[in-house]
């Protein structure tokens, strides 16, 4: 299976979402194809054997032209910007002259000079219209050719309407004629997809103001010592990288030489800088604040974690939650709703005797007012900017119907080792003392992720490690091996040894008495404050943990919560089942492959950035930095998201119920219809900007 991503021109509204998702999934071997309305994508899952020149004209027969995304669809955005607003300064103009030459005919202008303004109008329009309206011209023409219908439809029919009734009026003679009306409505039209555009490519600003940290280009050290500027494209893993004072790393690596501070506050969200020593990791777009260091280059480019922290937050606006469905629905049901209720209108005032004129003003204002921008506007561009926010905050958001289901949570178990404490264990007692144990041990406890394990590992990395065969290591329980046929085992008691022990770990050599190590791990510096908070959110924070119960008893007391120990992957995955059984929607936050089961069975999960990649796949957000705050912050911020969304879509179908009703009684004139719609729009997309400051 491949992933392909498309930019897409043309896309207007939850209509052209839907149809481009339901188009391009009913294709043969195409999975899934899942679009990011805010910044004009369409990632399609596909197998092998379909191209992407197929896709690209599968695209193009559903009405939108495409084409394969290669970095530039910022750029593209700005560039759309631009279009509009000088499409908006065209209409603006001539709206300013048109409106000089309606104000003499207001004024009683009448018989050759009425006729004289009305031609000087109609030159002004007629250029203007063809021009400045081509922004919905080209996107109607483009759904109409391949059978099909967008938003711009109805309100080039309901433009190109009030243009020929006004120049139909001014070749007999007549006293109504609407060329200040086109215009206007071309300005007002434009003027709100110019805002709309706007405020898109801040709600966007987020993955791209990330992206713009990476320097262009970085130092490498040569074989010979010799240094070269290289463009970060150039970058590989293996390469030796200069990082002076102030400079911005450019890629994830390993501090070969030097001592120095680094400010990782952008992908962890803490503003102290941390210090970077020899061995120590540092990541792509982190400043190295005080003395040179040497970098080894680790990953580069697209493998960075600040490249995945991006992708995460792409990810976020492409997934359905609850609304985005009903709005996909609601889309679909658009086009024949608003051309039949226009005609509607046309035949009803027709039939009451008004005339063409009014009828036809009428069904023009049916036609543009109701536009379902508003509805198709209200998820995502929320979903997007409370991702960004999060993602300030040290928050990644996987998927965007996470934040609809973390919204709902009411239960919290948390993991202990690695979620509530820092996972950065040291050994206190038990190791042994014999160079043969400690040797086993050594190749044992080197072959295990297990925090307790590396930080064994840790304790005895001046020992030697013997050979070890058929080395299994068995998810929440430990590892095992065979040395010279006897089985050795370093994992929990009960596996390794007897259960009655409030030991971290045991170590066990055939039938031998095991060896009983005491592991001591620091708790997270807030962790206190974040459990309060979530217990203060309602969630009734309770920790999981296979760790002794003298452990987890301490650290439960410490905090003010309940917690279990001695618990299998089977356990943690039970408890969250009957939890869930119980009528709870369950938070789960773990980080090893031992939480893997019960992260996938939780309502909503969360994990360390640090956490095993099973942990982290498993997971529907991600969590940086040393803190446990971020937990309840994205509980916090993902309530406030759906009070936003909701909100949102109370202002689009409030409009349309209000508006719809008026333009078909005749209260509403196209003009004042096309700042009605543009202003839903702009007012949902407003509201969502609130967002940007959710994750408090």
């Known amino acids: 299976m491949t992933a392909s991503t498309f930019v897409v021109e043309g896309m207007r509204c939850a209509a052209c979402i839907a149809r481009l998702e339901h188009g391009l999934a009913a294709l043969p071997g195409v999975a899934a194809a899942r679009v990011n309305f805010t910044n004009r994508r369409v990632r399609v899952d596909h197998l092998d054997e379909i191209g992407e020149d197929r896709l690209i004209d599968a695209i193009d027969g559903l009405g939108f032209t495409a084409h394969a995304f290669a970095g530039e669809a910022a750029d593209s955005g700005r560039s759309e910007s631009r279009r509009l607003v000088l499409a908006l300064a065209v209409a603006g103009f001539a709206m300013m002259n048109v409106m000089l030459l309606s104000v003499s005919i207001w004024s009683g202008a009448d018989g050759a000079t009425r006729q004289l303004f009305h031609w000087l109008s109609a030159l002004i329009a007629l250029p203007t219209v063809a021009y400045s309206g081509r922004v919905f011209f080209a996107s109607a023409w483009s759904a109409l050719r391949r059978g099909r219908t967008n938003m711009d439809v109805p309100i080039s029919i309901g433009v190109l309407l009030t243009l020929a009734m006004s120049l139909y009026e001014t070749a007999l003679g007549g006293a109504h004629a609407y060329f200040d009306g086109v215009v206007m409505l071309l300005f007002f039209l434009l003027g709100g997809r110019f805002l709309d555009s706007v405020m898109r490519d801040r709600a966007r600003g987020g993955v791209d103001a990330l992206l713009r940290r990476l320097p262009a280009e970085a130092t490498v050290i040569a074989r010979d010592g010799a240094h070269q500027r290289r463009a970060i494209a150039e970058l590989a893993p293996g390469m030796r990288l200069l990082v002076t004072a102030g400079e911005r790393i450019a890629a994830d690596g390993i501090v070969e030489e030097g001592e120095s501070a680094v400010d990782r506050s952008l992908v962890t969200g803490e503003s102290a800088p941390e210090t970077a020593a020899a061995g120590a990791e540092v990541l792509a777009g982190t400043i190295n604040l005080s003395t040179p260091l040497v970098v080894k280059v680790t990953r580069a480019g697209e493998a960075t974690a600040i490249a995945d922290i991006a992708r995460l937050m792409e990810s976020a606006g492409q997934s359905k939650s609850r609304y985005m469905r009903i709005a996909d629905r609601a889309s ?80 919290a178990l948390l993991d202990k080792t690695g979620t509530v404490t820092l996972g950065r264990p040291v050994v206190t007692g038990g190791l042994p003392g014999a160079p043969g144990e400690r040797a086993i041990l050594h190749a044992l406890a080197r072959a295990s992720r297990h925090p307790s394990a590396l930080a064994v590992a840790a304790a005895l990395a001046d020992a030697p490690a013997a050979p070890l065969a058929d080395i299994v290591e068995e998810a929440g329980f430990g590892v095992r091996g065979l040395v010279h046929g006897v089985e050795v085992r370093l994992g929990r008691p009960g596996w390794a040894g007897p259960a009655d022990t409030d030991a971290s770990i045991l170590f066990r050599i055939g039938d031998a008495t095991p060896h009983a190590i005491r592991v001591a791990d620091r708790e997270r510096d807030d962790a206190a404050a974040a459990i309060a908070r979530l217990a203060a959110l309602g ?52 980080d090893g492959i031992n939480d893997g089961p019960a992260l996938k069975a939780a309502w909503v999960s969360m994990a360390p950035a640090g956490a095993s990649d099973v942990g982290q796949m498993a997971a529907d957000l991600v969590f940086v930095g040393a803190r446990l705050m971020p937990v309840p912050v994205a509980v916090a911020a993902a309530r406030r998201t759906m009070r936003v969304v909701a909100q949102n879509f109370a202002l689009a179908i409030g409009y349309n119920v209000l508006a719809v009703p008026l333009a078909v009684a005749g209260f509403v004139t196209p003009l004042i219809a096309a700042l009605a719609m543009s202003g839903s729009s702009l007012v949902v997309v407003a509201n969502a900007m609130r967002l940007r400051s959710a994750a408090r």
């Open 332 to 411: 679909r049901l658009y086009a024949p709703a608003v051309h039949t209720l226009a005609a509607l209108t046309l035949a009803g005032w027709l039939v009451a005797g008004l005339g063409w004129h009014v009828a036809l003003t009428n069904a023009v204002a049916v036609l543009i007012i109701t536009c379902p921008c508003a509805l198709g506007l209200a998820v995502p561009v929320a979903q997007v900017v409370a991702s960004g926010a999060l993602m300030r905050a040290g928050v990644l958001v996987k998927d965007g119907s996470a934040l609809e289901r973390l919204a709902k949570a009411d239960r």
């Open 539 to 590: 969630l009734a924070p309770e920790i999981l943990s296979g760790d002794a119960p003298g452990v987890v008893e301490a650290l439960a007391g410490e905090l003010g919560v309940h917690g279990r120990a001695r618990l299998t992957p089977q356990d943690k995955y039970a408890v969250v089942q009957a939890e869930e059984a119980a009528g709870h929607r369950v938070l789960m936050v773990g």
